[in-house]
């Protein structure tokens, strides 16, 4: 499944919250050019259309930090997971809340073109400000 994930050309990628909010947490969505239309301007949500080159990079992360990537949501895990979807899949991979997830998801940000990086960012720099 990985693989099939990985070489589409049609994809979606979300970084979502799982948990309490004392203040919101940022969310990310990342799709294809083919998925513009999907993207929804919604609070606290960063919107970019990226290539499939920055989304292998984003999977070369997901392999080299030892990450799963599962069939089924982590919905009832706290802290932040990706959800990856493609024309005829999904899959799901947990992130959590600590350090290690404060160092992938900035790997993740300067994974993309500068100019796409703002929700990544915006995610970042909400995390900075609690102690992990």
């Given at each position: 499944?990985?693989?099939?994930?990985?070489?589409?050309?049609?994809?979606?990628?979300r970084?979502?919250?799982?948990?309490?909010?004392?203040?919101?947490?940022?969310?990310?969505?990342?799709?294809?050019?083919?998925?513009?239309?999907?993207?929804?301007?919604?609070?606290?949500?960063?919107?970019?259309?990226?290539?499939?080159?920055?989304?292998?990079?984003?999977?070369?992360?997901?392999?080299?930090?030892?990450?799963?990537?599962?069939?089924r949501?982590?919905?009832?895990?706290?802290?932040?997971?990706?959800?990856?979807?493609?024309?005829?899949?999904?899959?799901?991979?947990?992130?959590?809340?600590?350090?290690?997830?404060?160092?992938?998801?900035?790997?993740?940000?300067?994974?993309?073109?500068?100019?796409?990086?703002?929700?990544?960012?915006?995610?970042?720099?909400?995390?900075?400000?609690?102690?992990l």
């Amino acid at each position: 499944m990985h693989e099939q994930l990985k070489n589409s050309p049609d994809f979606s990628v979300r970084l979502v919250w799982h948990g309490h909010e004392d203040k919101p947490f940022y969310r990310a969505h990342l799709v294809s050019a083919s998925r513009r239309d999907r993207l929804e301007d919604k609070a606290f949500w960063g919107n970019e259309v990226i290539s499939g080159g920055e989304y292998r990079r984003l999977f070369d992360i997901i392999e080299q930090r030892g990450l799963a990537i599962d069939l089924r949501s982590h919905e009832d895990r706290f802290g932040y997971s990706m959800e990856i979807q493609t024309s005829d899949r999904t899959g799901y991979c947990y992130l959590g809340l600590t350090e290690e997830t404060l160092q992938t998801v900035n790997l993740m940000r300067d994974a993309l073109a500068p100019e796409h990086q703002s929700p990544l960012q915006a995610i970042l720099a909400r995390l900075q400000g609690i102690k992990l």
